[in-house]
């Protein structure tokens, strides 16, 4: 099984900097003196750059259960791998915001029993189920 985080959440900054892209462009056509236009054009590359940079390090980020253990991947460039074996995992936590409840998001952490340490990965789709199926699988 693996786990991503979901792009919901980044959707709207691409929306918004389109719709500033357009008025931009419309200004600089339209109006007159056109330093309004590029100011917009200006802000909407600026949101869509800071929503590409969120899109790229949600793609870095995986959970995946092989067979008994769980790993933890983050990183674009540089990829970190946290692993550790199911039977030791001591704590399974989901958290959600009334807006990712509104979205069919969640938090999942998880931590090592005896460690204080957690692995969260924020908003992913449907965190309850992806925490039955993890619970499931730990041998008994």
Known sequence: MVVKPSSK????????????????A????????????????????LIDLY??????????????????????DTGFLTKARRSMPLRKLGDVHVEQTVMQRMLGL????ISAAGESTRHTIENID???DVCDKILNSIPK
Do not use: D, R, W
Not at 31 to 45: E, F, H, Q
């Open 106 to 109: 969640g938090n999942l952490s």
């Open 9 to 24: 959440p980044i959707l709207p900054y691409y929306i918004f900097a389109g719709l500033i892209m357009i008025s931009g």
């Open 126 to 128: 449907s965190p309850q």
């Open 26 to 45: 419309y200004l600089l056509i339209e109006v007159k003196p056109a330093y309004y236009g590029y100011v917009c054009l200006g802000l909407g590359v």
């Open 51 to 72: 929503a590409a940079m969120k899109h790229i390090s949600l793609l870095a980020t995986k959970l995946t259960i092989e067979g008994e253990n769980v790993h933890v």
